[in-house]
Structure formats: C-alpha cells, structure tokens
C-alpha cells in the first residue's frame, strides 16, 4: 500500500494532488534553505495563469515537529483551507544531515 492510498479521499484527487504538492513545496522549502527570499518567477514554459499562486508557494507554511528522534522526523504543517475549514498535514522529513545522525540539522523550529 502506498503512502497517497493512506491518505482519506475527502475531496477526491484534487484533494490528494494539493496534499502532495504540499509535502513536496515543505520539503523543498527545509531542504533549500539558500532559496529563501528569493521569489518564484513563472517560467515561459507554463501557461498564461495558473491554479497556483506563486507567490505563496514561495512561503514556508506553519509547522510543528513532531518527532525529532532518528534520521527521519515527522512533523505536521498548515495545509490550504478545505471546504472553509483549516488543515493540518502530516509529512515525514529526513536530508543527508539527519541521515549522517547530524542533530543540528532541523534546527529550524
């Protein structure tokens, strides 16, 4: 079973599809930290507009540990409002770091 056939279908694929983007935007954003503060730009590639507002994907979003224990951490951060409701999504976190047993590797908190 893989870990997207864990996740409940509220609100079906789109809901699946923004929960990975998501995961992949955090990660991204903890494990680049040289790309803070710089903005992402729309590429010629992508269409004229987008479901996506680029400037606050380039926002970090809210987070908590979990569990800093192991070379692979959990954490809960602030996903997009649901139906007017807020969420919270759940993510594994590892990086070459933490998998080296370097502690001072998500002191980001």
């Known amino acids: 079973m893989s870990f997207a056939?864990?996740?409940?279908?509220?609100g079906g694929l789109r809901f699946r599809v923004a929960v990975w983007l998501g995961l992949f935007l955090?990660?991204?954003?903890?494990?680049?930290?040289?790309?803070?503060?710089?903005?992402?730009?729309?590429?010629?590639?992508l269409p004229e507009t987008t479901p996506w507002d680029l400037r606050q994907l380039g926002e970090a979003p809210k987070f908590e540990w979990e569990s800093q224990h192991g070379p692979v951490h959990?954490?809960?951060?602030?996903?997009?409002?649901?139906?007017?409701?807020?969420?919270?999504?759940?993510?594994?976190?590892?990086?070459?770091?933490?998998?080296?047993?370097?502690?001072?590797?998500?002191?980001?908190?």
Do not use: M, W
């Not at 056939?5 to 509220?10: D, E, G, K, Q």
């Not at 996903?79 to 770091?97: D, S």
């Open 5 to 10: 056939s864990a996740i409940p279908l509220v």
């Open 26 to 45: 955090l990660v991204s954003c903890l494990s680049a930290p040289a790309a803070f503060g710089e903005p992402i730009v729309g590429s010629a590639a």
């Open 74 to 109: 959990s954490l809960y951060y602030q996903g997009l409002p649901y139906q007017g409701h807020a969420t919270r999504v759940f993510a594994y976190y590892a990086n070459p770091e933490t998998i080296k047993g370097n502690a001072d590797a998500t002191d980001t908190a």
